[in-house]
């Protein structure tokens, strides 16, 4: 399976940190999601929050563990500065973080998280920056807790797109974090074995 270039991934905006979490807090992490109550993952369709399996395929957990959300708080206060300056927006929060288990056969169509333009729901709308920490990574194998599939994807981040770059493909690494506008069109490629794991949220 290819690799991502991450400083090509950079050099078309995307802020990247790949060593946002350790590898312990992945793992807490994880384990947290798995010892609490799962919820289908929702979509937003106009004011509507629905779930939409022909969309998204996914199961979200809160995380339960007091000292395990307090350290993710800390690590996304820390990053916000750095996300603001990056993007030359004023960021003043972002929401509460949750887990996302994309199952074998998970997926999330082409989507944005956020369009001022539309009447959505005002949450939604308020969305500057989004943010996806990896918990685990693909590899060919599904060994050690890893999967296969799952790319994320996005669409048009080039300057002037072209049939050959219109798509961009980001392989998930394990303590990455990814960000970049919520306008942005971005989906989740089919996971084609074990589970795909990551921390979320979205910065307003």
């Known amino acids: 399976m290819p690799r991502s270039n ?10 990247l940190d790949e060593d946002f979490l350790a590898s312990e ?18 979509i937003v369709s106009g004011i509507d929050v ?19 959300r307090e350290h993710v708080h800390r690590q996304l206060d820390g990053v916000l500065p750095r996300l603001a ?23 999330y169509r082409p989507h944005v998280d956020s369009d001022e333009k539309s009447q959505g729901a005002a949450e ?19 060994r050690d807790d890893s ?23 980001l392989y998930p690494e394990p303590n990455l974090l990814v ?3 919520s306008g942005v069109y971005h989906e989740v490629l089919p996971v084609m074995a074990g589970f795909r794991w990551t921390l979320v949220t979205w910065f307003y």
């Open 179 to 181: 960000a970049f506008k």
């Open 6 to 15: 991450l400083e090509a991934l950079r050099a078309l905006g995307l802020f």
């Open 85 to 107: 300056a990056h993007y030359g927006v004023v960021l003043s929060g972002y929401e509460a973080p949750h887990v996302v288990r994309y199952p074998i056969g998970g997926f």
């Open 25 to 42: 807090a992945c793992r807490r992490l994880r384990d947290d999601a798995r010892a609490g109550t799962s919820e289908t993952a929702t």
């Open 50 to 68: 629905i779930v939409d399996p022909g969309v998204r395929r996914a199961e979200c957990f809160d995380i339960t563990e007091a000292r395990l």
């Open 147 to 169: 999967f296969a599939g799952g790319a994320l994807a996005f669409f048009r981040l080039a300057e002037r797109p072209t049939s050959e770059n219109c798509k961009t493909f």
């Open 124 to 142: 939604t709308c308020r969305r500057k920056v989004s943010c996806v920490v990896f918990l685990n990574g693909s590899t060919p194998s599904t």
